[in-house]
């Protein structure tokens, strides 16, 4: 009969030996324990604490090693780096696999003109305002809750966006949505964003130059100026307007 130990199982002590044995688990079992012969370690045993323990081929414990409270958190955090980084690849594949589909139905073009559309919408600047020497940028999603009439208005960077803020929120969500809808004219909703983006520029160009155009006329500078992000958000929104039309020619 074979005498040597199995190898090193990591657990935690339930109950530190006192009149009565003490407890831990292994393999989902409960094991009693004293510490005559078995503890392993300088450090006195306590509840909860980390442990290695050994058994012989019958199941008797024959060693128990304090595991070092860093070492464990160490090895804790790398386990759960592990978990998430598993996870992550499963969540990156499930994603890589509905843009593939995504792809499949609306076409790689107008999907990439649609990803480019929100990303200048939300987060590209599309217009400054020079207060001093600090400028102030704009997404076009600000610039359309703006009132430049009303300072606090500009200060709170475009908060209040209403109805028309909502109603530009559906009409870029409307590409996306386009292929799955089984009527004639879903293939127009592509050239949502562009009729939106007109709509919109108008409606801020026209305030801006109520606000500012006294003061172009008097030669005074005028502290608004548009930005690059403005002409990104109108070219993709025209590429996906053109696939829409495209589409219609073909019909």
Do not use: H
Request: proline content about 5%; glycine content about 10%.
């Amino acid at each position: 009969m074979s005498t040597g130990t199995s190898p090193r199982m990591r657990t935690t002590i339930v109950k530190i030996p006192d009149a009565t044995p003490g407890l831990l688990f292994l393999n989902g079992q409960q094991k009693q324990f004293t510490l005559e012969g078995v503890w392993r370690s300088s450090v006195a045993p306590a509840a909860n604490m980390t442990v290695d323990v050994e058994v012989d081929s019958g199941g008797t414990i024959t060693a128990i090693t304090a595991v070092d409270s860093s070492q464990a958190a160490k090895e804790k955090l790398n386990q759960l780096g592990g978990v998430a980084q598993e996870q992550g690849k499963v969540v990156a594949k499930r994603a890589e696999e509905g843009v593939k589909a995504l792809a499949a139905r609306m076409g790689a073009v107008p999907l990439g003109a649609a990803v480019v559309v929100w990303i200048a919408w939300f987060l590209l600047p599309s217009a400054s305002v020079q207060g001093g020497p600090v400028a102030m940028n704009f997404s076009f999603w600000n610039l359309l809750g703006i009132d430049f009439n009303n300072p606090e208005s500009i200060l709170a960077g475009g908060s209040s966006l209403g109805i028309f803020g909502l109603l530009g929120f559906l009409c870029i969500a409307a590409p996306f949505a386009a292929p799955f809808l089984k009527v004639p004219w879903a293939k127009y909703l592509n050239a949502a964003p562009l009729a939106f983006f007109i709509v919109g520029f108008l409606s801020v160009y026209m305030n801006v130059n109520k606000v500012f155009g006294d003061m172009v006329k008097a030669g005074v500078a005028s502290p608004f100026s548009w930005s690059w992000g403005l002409f990104v958000l109108g070219l993709a929104a025209l590429v996906l307007a053109a696939g829409a039309l495209k589409k219609s020619a073909n019909a």
